[in-house]
């Protein structure tokens, strides 16, 4: 079991596992189709800050699906920035010059810091499409590049599917390629791949396997769950889900990465998560090898 310290950070599944693209790669198989978790209600999301900034959270986090289908999302993240930090976790798609302006605007009243999380998963169309969609990755460079040109400074995120981008070779390179787009001062997350959702049935797919990362390897080959010994004192400390919760309009989670995992979710009410838990998914073995967390 890993104990939980208290409420650090929450995690607003906003749009739920709607999105306008179906990655080939997400761990939670969003869509425009899927709606196994729904877009929250406005007030449901604002009764979460509040429940939270009564917990003191430190950082909030807002993801889905795509965040900015919602339809009250600047709402959300001017009431989200009174409370905390924000991260929006987006694939930038649907960010155009006014939106960016208006969040330059949101950022700039507020105390606290404004995040925008940019997911791409490579330097050209070649690499990215066929894991985003046809043409995305010129539209998620434009939504980048709108961000800046508001005076934003947006984190790529970069999940490695493509086995280069898990060498320091590859990702220097991807920051030598942004600096050669004009993005001056390049931020990237770059995250592992889940074995689950629909990178689950990507990779299992013969000769369709590009990441040849050793860990994620180790997981498949050798053990997919964590013993009970497995977990090091004090890792709780360590593991975001040791203090973060996710809400969606399903219920809570341990995190986001499993909320369309069977037996992850928790309660209806998020006072009722406070409360240790089991790692007893393919995805916590991933979190513990590599020592990830979602986290900006």
Sequence with gaps: MLDFVGLDVLWLQVTGTVCNLAC?????????KNDSHPVMATDDVLSSLARAEREG?????????????HPDILLLIERALAV???SVLTNGVLIDPPMARRLHELS??????LELR?????TTPEENDPVRGRGTYHAIMRGARCLVDAGLLPVFTVTTVHAVYDRSDGREAFLDHLRHLGFTRPRVKFIPPFDIGRQARRSSRSGDRTT????ADEVREDSR?????DLHEGEEWVLQCGSCRTVTARGVYPCPILIEEDGARMSDDLDETFVPIELNHSACTTCHLEGFSCRT
């Design 24 to 32: 080939t790669h997400c761990f939670i198989t969003c869509g425009p």
């Design 84 to 86: 905390a930090p924000l």
């Design 118 to 122: 940019v997911s791409v998963d490579g």
């Design 108 to 113: 700039e009243a507020s105390a606290y810091s």
């Design 57 to 69: 959270v430190k950082e909030l986090y807002f993801t889905g699906g795509e965040p900015f289908l």
């Design 212 to 215: 040849t990362s050793g860990v």
């Design 225 to 229: 769950y964590l013993r009970p010994d």
